[in-house]
């Protein structure tokens, strides 16, 4: 499975659009490209995913290039309520068993300041 | 639509003592996954089911982690005996099941999470 590097913090203002970029060198063919969301004391939740090219849908944008060696998660006009880690990660259908695994690495604190 | 249920929130346990937790997923979820989150950490899969049977459990510490999930539908995750090393959030998930095939995807429902504390 593609390791996936992403930076540690993020600051932010509130109105501002922010890009947290994901670089997963190793990517396989079938991997897909997945971004979760955590807020404290909550689960991670489902943002978005992307295969290639770009994917958008009413929360966020993601951007993936030609050779998916990296991806940009695009966060339209953050609130505060944005405030939260976000996972990049890089995950594909594993032929043995049939079934999805995904890893998640440490992911991107985003802090949205007023 | 119910999301994915865990009991208990919170545990308080002494070192060397058992415990155990529960899940219970989305209706119609076939597949389930707990995750041990360290704080600071992102999750880590300790295990996955597919109905009941286990798919992976590559990462589970099998000395002193068992899990089940009877009928495909709970699950339990037991730790005997604790280490304080175990202290971190427990979490459940649930997806559809699975996917149509390579470049296929089912998305993760989680719950809420079990803060596990060992002292």
Not at chain 1, 35 to 44: E, I, V
Not at chain 2, 41 to 51: A, D, E, Y
Request: aromatic share 12%.
């Amino acid at each position: 499975l593609a390791k996936t590097t992403q930076p540690i913090s993020m600051d932010s203002y509130e109105g501002q659009e922010v890009n947290i970029t994901c670089s997963h060198n190793n990517i396989a063919t079938n991997d897909y490209i997945t971004w979760y969301q955590q807020f404290p004391s909550q689960g991670p939740r489902f943002i978005i995913q992307g295969y290639k090219t770009k994917v958008t849908n009413e929360v966020a944008s993601l951007f993936i290039p030609a050779d998916r060696k990296s991806s940009t998660l695009s966060l339209p006009r953050v609130s505060l309520s944005d405030t939260a880690v976000y996972y990049c990660l890089v995950g594909g259908f594993m032929f043995s068993g049939g079934y999805n695994k995904l890893i998640f690495g440490a992911g991107t604190r985003l802090a949205v300041h007023p | 639509e119910a999301g994915v249920a865990q009991s208990p929130r919170y545990k308080i346990i002494e070192k060397r003592q058992s415990v155990a937790f529960w899940c219970n997923p989305i209706s119609g979820h076939a597949t389930l996954y707990w995750y041990q989150q360290i704080l600071g950490q992102g999750p880590k899969l300790l295990i996955q089911f597919q109905n009941n049977g286990v798919v992976d459990d590559s990462q589970l510490p099998k000395d002193r982690f068992s899990a089940e999930r009877l009928k495909g539908v709970d699950s339990t995750l037991k730790i005997q005996p604790a280490k304080l090393e175990d202290s971190a959030v427990y979490l459940c998930a649930s997806s559809l099941g699975p996917p149509a095939g390579a470049s296929s995807y089912n998305e993760q429902f989680f719950g809420p999470g079990t803060r596990l504390t060992v002292l």
